[in-house]
């Protein structure tokens, strides 16, 4: 089955508590990106990837990392969380980096951070 | 920056009509529409590239204006499935594609029997 997957699905840690949320997809999609979803605000994009090795800043990138070693994953790293940090984490992809194609959204990540 | 959407929310009967709007102070180059149903992840719905026509998907819509930046989605004789969150997506730019894009805050669509 075609899917965006993400882990963990719920999170909650500690402020300054390094961690990782995995991101894979299985449909071969050059174009990979983060988004936070807070109440009243929307969605808004962290990172994005348009290919292996390349990525660049969203509209809220600060306090995450991204890295994509692999076409498959694109992981989000919080170095040092805190609870500003707290929200509903998608990830996404598509095709390829053209607007043309649609994104599918993986099943968010409910994270806090106390 | 973030297309502003309009109404905020709407309640409707089944069956009704429904416009949502999305507008930009920028040139667009591309509109994107999503639903996303309560606890879930957004779905796509349709995109709108510059220079495009009107698309259809069933008895959504939607138009694309580029001299006006905005777009407007269509919901005719909804039904109760339609309920969720709409959400528009613009990508900016007179020219080609910049990767980029950024959604407006939603519009809460709720559908009654």
């Known amino acids: 089955e075609a899917q965006v997957t993400q882990n963990p699905r719920y999170l909650i840690t500690v402020t300054g508590k390094k961690l990782t949320v995995t991101c894979s997809q299985n449909?071969?999609?050059?174009?990979m990106s983060w988004y936070r979803q807070d109440p009243g605000l929307g969605l808004r994009q962290i990172y994005y990837?348009?290919?292996?090795?390349?990525?660049d800043k969203g509209d809220v990138p600060e306090g995450y990392k991204v890295s994509r070693k692999e076409k498959r994953n694109f992981p989000l790293i919080l170095e040092s969380p805190s609870p500003n940090q707290t929200s509903l984490y998608f990830c996404?992809?598509?095709?390829?980096?053209?607007?043309?194609?649609?994104?599918?959204f993986g099943p968010g990540t409910r994270l806090t951070v106390t | 920056q973030q297309p502003v959407q309009s109404p905020q929310a709407v309640i409707l009967r089944e069956g009704e009509d429904a416009v949502i709007n999305c507008s930009s102070s920028?040139?667009?180059?591309?509109v994107h529409w999503y639903r996303q149903k309560h606890g879930e992840a957004p779905v796509f719905l349709m995109i709108?590239?510059?220079?495009?026509e009107q698309k259809g998907h069933e008895k959504i819509s939607a138009s694309f204006n580029e001299k006006k930046q905005q777009s407007s989605l269509y919901l005719t004789a909804s039904q109760l499935s339609y309920s969720g969150t709409y959400f528009c997506?613009?990508?900016?730019?007179?020219?080609?594609?910049?990767?980029?894009?950024?959604f407006g805050k939603g519009t809460l669509l709720t559908v009654n029997p």
């Open positions: 996404a992809s598509s095709l390829t980096p053209g607007w043309s194609y649609e994104q599918y």
């Open positions: 449909m071969n999609h050059e174009y």
């Open positions: 990837s348009m290919n292996v090795e390349v990525t």
């Open positions: 920028k040139a667009l180059y591309s």
């Open positions: 709108l590239l510059k220079g495009g």
């Open positions: 997506g613009t990508e900016m730019g007179s020219g080609g594609s910049n990767y980029k894009l950024t």
